[in-house]
C-alpha cells in the first residue's frame, strides 16, 4: 500500500484528531512512497531503529516516537543518529502515543484489559486514557499480582496488603502514576500502572488501595503490536514485531 493511505488509516482507525498529545501523531520521518513490510516496537530507539532496517521494513511504527513538546529541537547526538539512520535507508517511523493508550480495541488499555480478564465498566483521566473495570472471579492483591506477572512477563512492584481481594481495578499503561488519586475517589480495590513515584507509597499506604507498577514498557508492548497484526491482515502487509527489553 501507499505510505499516504497507511497514514491516513491509521489516523482513522486511531482518531489522531481527538488528542491533545506531548508529540505529533502520524508520520514523523517520511521514507519510500510504497509501504509492503512493518515494523513496530514500543519505542524508536537506535537499537529497534537498526533492528528494522536490518529486516527490511518499509516503515517502522511506535508507540514513543520522537520530537516531544519541550525538548530541545535540536537534532544533534542520539537523535541525529537515529533520524540519519532512517533517512539513509528511506524508512519512514510514524508514531502513535495517546491515541494508542485509548483506542477502545487496539489500544494499550483495552489490550491489557483483555490480557488480565478484567471487564471494562467506563474511563476516567485526561482525555479518558484511564479505565475502570471489574476482575471476575474476584482475587486476592496476591493472586491478580501473579496473574499480571505471567501475563507481562515481568515482576511488578506493588504496594499493598498482598490478602485484600480485588474486585474493582482502575489501570493506565505506561507513566500514569498521577491518576492514583483519581481511582482511590472511584473507590478501586487497586490500581494498575505501569510506573511509580515516591509518593503513591504513602497513598496506597493510607488509602488501603493497592498501587501495582508493572513497568513502562511492559505495559506498552500490547497496543503497536496489535496495530501491527491489524494492519497485516486488512491490508495483507508483512509484519515484525521487535520487542528491545527495557526493564523500566
Not at 491515541?99 to 491489557?112: F, I, M, T, V
Not at 488480565?116 to 485526561?126: A, D, N, Q, S
Not at 486488512?234 to 515484525?240: C, D, K, S
Request: glycine letters at 10%; hydrophobic letters at 40%; a negative charge.
Amino acid at each position: 500500500m501507499l505510505l499516504n493511505e497507511l497514514c491516513d488509516y491509521n489516523a482513522s482507525l486511531l482518531q489522531t484528531f481527538m488528542f491533545k498529545d506531548y508529540c505529533p501523531n502520524g508520520l514523523q520521518i517520511e521514507g519510500r512512497a510504497e509501504v509492503k513490510r512493518i515494523a513496530t516496537a514500543v519505542t524508536a530507539s537506535e537499537w529497534v531503529v537498526d533492528a528494522a532496517i536490518s529486516w527490511g521494513a518499509d516503515a517502522l511504527l511506535v508507540h514513543h516516537g520522537y520530537f516531544w513538546r519541550n525538548e530541545d529541537a535540536a537534532i544533534v547526538g542520539f537523535k541525529k543518529r537515529r533520524i540519519a539512520r532512517l533517512l539513509r535507508d528511506d524508512v519512514s517511523l510514524l508514531a502513535y502515543h495517546l491515541p494508542l493508550d485509548a483506542h477502545d480495541e487496539l489500544g494499550n488499555n483495552a489490550s491489557l484489559g483483555r490480557l488480565l480478564g478484567l471487564r471494562p465498566m467506563g474511563k476516567f483521566g485526561e482525555q479518558n486514557i484511564a479505565w475502570l473495570g471489574e476482575l471476575e472471579p474476584p482475587q486476592t492483591v496476591r493472586q491478580f499480582t501473579q496473574l499480571i506477572e505471567r501475563g507481562l512477563r515481568r515482576t511488578p512492584q506493588v504496594i499493598g496488603d498482598p490478602d485484600k481481594m480485588v474486585r474493582k481495578v482502575a489501570w493506565c499503561s505506561g507513566g500514569a502514576q498521577g491518576y492514583f488519586e483519581a481511582a482511590i475517589a472511584l473507590g478501586v480495590d487497586a490500581y494498575l500502572t505501569g510506573e511509580i513515584s515516591e509518593q503513591n507509597y504513602h497513598q496506597a499506604n493510607e488509602s488501603g488501595v493497592a498501587f501495582i507498577a508493572a513497568g513502562h514498557h511492559a505495559t506498552e508492548r500490547l497496543g503497536i503490536r496489535a496495530l501491527g497484526e491489524h494492519l497485516q491482515v486488512r491490508f495483507g502487509l508483512e509484519h515484525r514485531f521487535i520487542d528491545q527489553n527495557n526493564p523500566v
